[in-house]
């Protein structure tokens, strides 16, 4: 059975820091993949925060994330992480690791691909 499970998550203090962790079972990372963070804030729609291709690297970052969050792997263990640095309230939601197992074309930019692997959700709460 493939599947992810996303760990983690708590309570924290405006300007902390936390790390998630997605797990991957069933399957193995391939140059090809790649790993998704969503992330749905209370009343609001799931969004996608940062992903990774493994072929070549490439990483997105929503701009709300960027210079504070930071998506790293470790393949021999098919772990990912997300370093998530000066947390603020309006990061408190339900995050998610997801992946697209897929082939494409190189260069295919890995926030255009569909992700169709979900793990379950985490809760990050960031009190003020």
């Known amino acids: 059975e493939v599947q992810l499970q996303a760990s983690g998550g708590g309570l924290v203090q405006a300007g902390g820091s936390l790390r998630l962790s997605c797990s991957a079972s069933?399957?193995?990372?391939?140059?090809?993949?790649?790993i998704g963070w969503f992330r749905q804030a209370p009343g609001k729609e799931r969004e996608m925060i940062t992903c990774i291709n493994f072929s070549d690297s490439g990483t997105y970052f929503v701009d709300s994330v960027k210079g504070r969050f930071t998506f790293s792997s470790d393949n021999a263990k098919n772990m990912v992480y997300l370093q998530m640095n000066r947390l603020k309230p309006e990061d408190t939601a339900a995050y998610y690791c997801?992946?697209?197992?897929?082939?494409?074309?190189?260069?295919?930019?890995?926030?255009?691909?569909?992700?169709?692997?979900w793990g379950q959700g985490t809760l990050v709460t960031v009190s003020s």
């Open positions: 069933g399957f193995t990372f391939d140059e090809d993949y790649a």
């Open positions: 997801a992946a697209d197992l897929r082939r494409v074309v190189r260069g295919y930019k890995c926030e255009n691909r569909r992700f169709e692997l």
